[in-house]
């Protein structure tokens, strides 16, 4: 059931799902890089947020563990939440996916503005852990987009007998490996990212 085998095969089910999780995760990292007005203030907000947090675990008495817990907890909760929750059609993993793509494009943006080195940030600050974390996001948001479709196909009549449990097996499979790949991503994080930064 939880073989990774299985969860290539799930991933081929929902091809549709994925390239309208990464076209949505684009769309949020080009409204962050043009970002201005409400949409400028709300990506201000979660980068606040973010430093303040960066800070305090910084500031810890062992760091590396401190922003390996957050790292973990915060990517792997959210990230198993939000395939359930598109069970609310879909729309919270939509949400989700633009506010993270926005943060990127914001970030990104805000840093070439400054003058920093754009390729340093790239490579040192989000490829080493960036690679497994982003597209675990975005195929965890991928799951919650079908699984919200087919609660919007159910209410038109139009799933088959059956069609739940195995759907419903497909996504707990995602989860645990959702899961597993975060935790490689927050290792790398916590470690190789953040001596790179450092």
């Known amino acids: 059931m939880f073989a990774f085998s299985r969860f290539l095969k799930d991933l081929g089910t929902i091809r549709k799902a994925i390239l309208l999780a990464l076209t949505l995760f684009v769309l949020g990292g080009v409204l962050g890089w043009i970002g201005t007005g409400s949409l400028q203030k709300l990506l201000e907000q979660q980068l606040e947020g973010l430093s303040s947090i960066s800070g305090e675990l910084m500031d810890s008495d062992n760091p590396e563990w401190s922003f390996f817990t957050f790292i973990f907890l915060n990517n792997s909760i959210k990230s198993v ?31 070439v503005l400054q003058g920093a080195d754009l390729f340093q940030l790239i490579v040192k600050g989000l490829l080493p852990h960036g690679i497994i ?63 790179l930064l450092s």
């Open 81 to 111: 939440l939000v395939i359930f929750l598109g069970a609310l059609f879909g729309v919270i993993p939509a949400f989700f996916l633009l506010i993270n793509g926005g943060v990127i494009g914001y970030l990104i943006h805000l840093s």
């Open 133 to 195: 974390e982003i597209p675990a996001i975005i195929i965890a948001c991928a799951f919650g987009l079908a699984f919200g479709g087919k609660v919007v196909q159910s209410m038109f009549g139009r799933v088959r007998d059956g069609v739940w449990p195995e759907s419903m097996r497909r996504t707990l499979t995602a989860s645990v490996w959702i899961v597993i790949l975060l935790l490689i991503a927050a290792i790398i994080e916590s470690t190789i990212t953040l001596a």
